[in-house]
C-alpha cells in the first residue's frame, strides 16, 4: 500500500524556468513531510521540509507547498539549474516516526 | 556529509555467500533505520530501532535477513544465503522528530 505517491516519473524543464514537482498522500496522520534529491549510487540528500500545520516552506531557490485538504504537496525550483537534475522523492514521517517514500521523479533540466 | 556512514559502499558476491553491512549513524540520534532501494523505487523500509531494541521488521525482512544494533550505536544487516533478488542499495537513516539523514548506501550485486 503506497502511501505517498509522485505520480509523474520524469520531467524536464528547460534552465532558469520553474520546476514543479508533485506528491500526494493517503495518511491523513503524517506530521511532517521532507523533499530528498538523489544522485545515482548515493544516499538521498534531504532538501526542504514543511510542517504539516503550515502550508508553506521556503528555503533559497526551493519552496514547498502543504495542501491538507487534498492531501498533496509539491516543490518549487526557480530558477531551475542544470545542477538540480536529479531523482526527487517526496516523504512522509509518521507512526514510530517511520519515513515513508514515494517513487521519485526524474528531474532533467535541459542547458 | 550526512554525519551517517556506512561501509561497505560496493559489494559483489556470489549467490549463496553471506554479507554484512554496517551503518554508524548520528551519535545524537536514537532512531536508527534501514531501508532498500531498487531501481526505480524509492527506498522501502526494512527495519528500525530505536537504541538497542529492534521495534519493527518490515515483511520485506525475511528470515535471510538479521539486523543487530548491539551498544545502541552502530548497527549491521546481515543476509545470508544472499540471491540475485537481493541486489539493491542498501541505506541506512536516523530519524529525529523533523529531519532524516542518510548514509551513502551500500550497493549490493549478487551474481
Known amino acids: 500500500d503506497q502511501q505517498v505517491k509522485q505520480n509523474s516519473p520524469s520531467l524536464s524543464v528547460q534552465e532558469g524556468r520553474i520546476s514543479i514537482l508533485n506528491c500526494d498522500y493517503t495518511?491523513?496522520?503524517?506530521?511532517?513531510f521532507l523533499w530528498y534529491k538523489k544522485y545515482p549510487a548515493e544516499g538521498p540528500t534531504f532538501l526542504i521540509s514543511?510542517?504539516?500545520?503550515?502550508d508553506k516552506n521556503e528555503d533559497g531557490r526551493f519552496t514547498v507547498f502543504l495542501n491538507k485538504s487534498a492531501k498533496h504537496l509539491s516543490l518549487h525550483i526557480v530558477p531551475s539549474q542544470p545542477g538540480d537534475s536529479a531523482v526527487y522523492f517526496c516523504a512522509a514521517i509518521g507512526g514510530a516516526n517511520n519515513l515513508f517514500f514515494g517513487t521519485g521523479t526524474r528531474l532533467t533540466v535541459i542547458p | 556529509d550526512t554525519g551517517v556512514s556506512q561501509d561497505p559502499r560496493h559489494k559483489i558476491t556470489k549467490r549463496g555467500q553471506n554479507v554484512t553491512f554496517r551503518c554508524d549513524p548520528i551519535s545524537e540520534h536514537n532512531r536508527l533505520y534501514w531501508y532498500r532501494q531498487t531501481l526505480g523505487q524509492g527506498p522501502e523500509f526494512l527495519t528500525y530501532f530505536q537504541n538497542e531494541a529492534q521495534l519493527e521488521k518490515s515483511r520485506l525482512l525475511s528470515d535471510r535477513f538479521s539486523a543487530e544494533r548491539p551498544k545502541g550505536s552502530f548497527s549491521t544487516l546481515e543476509i545470508q544465503r544472499t540471491e540475485q533478488g537481493d541486489s539493491a542499495m542498501y541505506l541506512c537513516a536516523t530519524i529525529g522528530t523533523t529531519e532524516a539523514f542518510f548514509g551513502q548506501g551500500t550497493r549490493l550485486t549478487v551474481v
Open positions: 514543511i510542517s504539516s500545520i503550515k
Open positions: 495518511n491523513s496522520m503524517f506530521d511532517y
